[in-house]
């Protein structure tokens, strides 16, 4: 049996190459992983409806009989020192872009591996050092997959 961290790794590793090979991830990729250590790769449309990706996941989860599962997704950032500015990452006129891969398991246990795109002068894109948000407690419609709550 395999465990979260062993998942987080290879999930990673997987997503870094694909980033490398095509210079970007391109659609959204779920590792799941049952009791028995049998894995199952999902390749999501990007256009798709995030609750909607958030619902068919979680049923994929339970169909599955997964017990852990990682994700990978490009996604906006971006800080502000300014507590009133609610706008999103993606209107952000200071953003920046990022390969995001986060993982739970049936435990509630969760980790994440953020890695900050850069982009060259002529836009040639690569891949910062991975680094491990201190966050622990994750939330909203991509967190808590194995959770009773408002997405399930």
Same mark, same amino acid.
């Given at each position: 049996? !395999? *465990?979260?961290? #062993? ?7 997987? #997503?870094? %190459? ?5 210079? #970007?991830?391109? /659609?959204?990729?779920?590792l799941?992983?049952? %009791?028995e ?5 999902? &390749?999501? =449309? ?5 609750? =909607?990706? +958030? =619902?068919?996941?979680?049923?994929a ?5 997964a $017990?852990?599962?990682?994700? %990978? $997704?490009?996604?906006?950032? %971006?800080s *502000?020192?300014? /507590?009133?500015?609610?706008? /999103? /990452? !993606?209107?952000?006129?200071n ?5 995001? $891969?986060?993982?739970?398991? $049936?435990?509630?246990?969760?980790? !994440? &591996? ?5 982009? #060259?002068?002529?836009?040639?894109p *690569?891949?910062?050092r +991975?680094a491990?948000?201190?966050? *622990? ?5 991509? =967190?808590?997959?194995? +959770? &009773?709550?408002?997405?399930?």
């Amino acid at each position: 049996m !395999s *465990t979260l961290d #062993a998942l987080m790794k290879t999930h990673t590793r997987a #997503a870094k %190459a694909r980033f490398r090979e095509d210079g #970007a991830l391109g /659609p959204q990729r779920w590792l799941l992983e049952n %009791a028995e250590g049998v894995r199952t790769l999902f &390749v999501l =449309a990007t256009d798709i409806d995030k609750d =909607a990706v +958030a =619902a068919l996941m979680r049923a994929a989860i339970k169909n599955y009989g997964a $017990v852990r599962f990682a994700m %990978a $997704v490009e996604i906006w950032t %971006a800080s *502000t020192d300014d /507590p009133s500015d609610r706008r /999103p /990452p !993606s209107e952000h006129p200071n953003r920046g872009e990022a390969l995001f $891969v986060y993982g739970e398991d $049936v435990g509630g246990d969760q980790q !994440s &591996v953020l890695m900050e795109i850069k982009r #060259a002068p002529d836009g040639t894109p *690569t891949l910062g050092r +991975a680094a491990a948000p201190e966050v *622990t407690d994750y939330q909203g419609r991509f =967190a808590n997959m194995f +959770a &009773v709550g408002p997405y399930n």
